[in-house]
């Protein structure tokens, strides 16, 4: 397989597709950022409450949510398969025509797949209508700002635990007026805030003293931000 030279390639992830569960692999960054993103993943309500996970990749979410059925939709049929070792239900899908029904799922997860797609209205439309009414969205990514581009791309592509090289192509990053404008089109209200690694716990993910990196919670919007909405009932 050659190598892509194509910023956002989708098939980098086919390629990559053996890195998903290495915690110092090229997606360590997203073993992170599955954690901070569990945080805002409310409880089950019952035994068949369902969690589609947007672009779930190798299904990183299922090491931090329990008593979901988990449906895993992404492109990448080789991380498919990573997920559904995990016991993700995957489905092979564009994030902008989801072969899913009205208001089937309870949560919708989409964890750094927003930035990643050309379409994201059409993605947000989708979204809307999975959900059932009340139900919560869940979602974190990257703004538009320069900041993003110098830190997750000029600087961060050359970085221990950095993204992997022409993951990621700038134009495509989110600014969260828009995406907050897309929703509330949908009757969504959201609440976001920003995340950045801990410093003292990157110091020590570059000494080799530990694999996992904390992401906190920062007022700052400049770089990646995570958020929370809730569909009209
Ligand atoms: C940065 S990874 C995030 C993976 C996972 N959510 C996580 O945080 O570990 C982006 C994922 O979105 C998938 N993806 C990109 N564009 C997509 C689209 N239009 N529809 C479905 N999946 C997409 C990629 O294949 C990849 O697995």
């Known amino acids: 397989?050659?190598?892509?030279?194509?910023?956002?390639?989708?098939?980098?992830?086919?390629?990559?597709?053996?890195?998903?569960?290495?915690?110092?692999?090229a997606f360590a960054a997203l073993h992170w950022l599955?954690?901070?993103?569990?945080?805002?993943?409310?409880?089950?309500?019952?035994?068949?409450?369902?969690?589609?996970?947007?672009?779930?990749?190798?299904?990183?979410?299922t090491g931090h949510v329990e008593g979901?059925?988990?449906?895993?939709?992404?492109?990448?049929?080789?991380?498919?398969?990573?997920?559904?070792?995990?016991?993700?239900?995957?489905?092979?899908?564009?994030?902008?025509?989801?072969?899913?029904?009205?208001?089937?799922?309870d949560v919708v997860v989409a964890g750094e797949i927003l930035e990643h797609v050309a379409d994201l209205p059409a993605v947000v439309d989708?979204?809307?209508?999975?959900?059932?009414?009340?139900?919560?969205?869940?979602?974190?990514?990257?703004?538009?700002?320069?900041?993003?581009?110098?830190s997750l791309v000029v600087v961060g592509e050359r970085m221990p635990g950095g993204p992997p090289p022409l993951i990621h192509d700038p134009a495509l990053f989110v600014r969260p007026e828009r995406l907050a404008e897309l929703l509330a089109r949908h009757g969504f209200r959201i609440r976001v805030r920003g995340l950045r690694p801990s410093l003292r716990d990157y110091v020590g993910f570059l000494l080799g003293r530990r694999d996992s990196v904390r992401m906190l919670p920062t007022?700052?919007?400049?770089?990646?931000?995570?958020?929370?909405?809730?569909?009209?009932?």
């Open 126 to 150: 989708e979204i809307a209508r999975v959900l059932r009414p009340a139900g919560v969205l869940v979602f974190d990514t990257i703004n538009d700002t320069l900041w993003s581009r110098v």
């Open 1 to 25: 397989m050659g190598l892509s030279t194509t910023r956002n390639d989708p098939t980098q992830y086919d390629r990559l597709a053996g890195e998903w569960w290495k915690p110092r692999g």
């Open 34 to 61: 599955a954690r901070a993103r569990a945080d805002l993943v409310p409880a089950p309500s019952g035994p068949r409450s369902t969690l589609v996970d947007l672009g779930c990749g190798g299904g990183l979410l």
């Open 219 to 233: 007022r700052s919007l400049t770089s990646v931000y995570q958020g929370v909405g809730r569909k009209a009932s």
């Open 68 to 105: 979901y059925r988990h449906v895993g939709v992404d492109l990448s049929a080789p991380s498919l398969r990573q997920a559904a070792r995990r016991g993700v239900l995957a489905v092979r899908a564009d994030a902008a025509a989801l072969p899913l029904r009205d208001g089937v799922a």
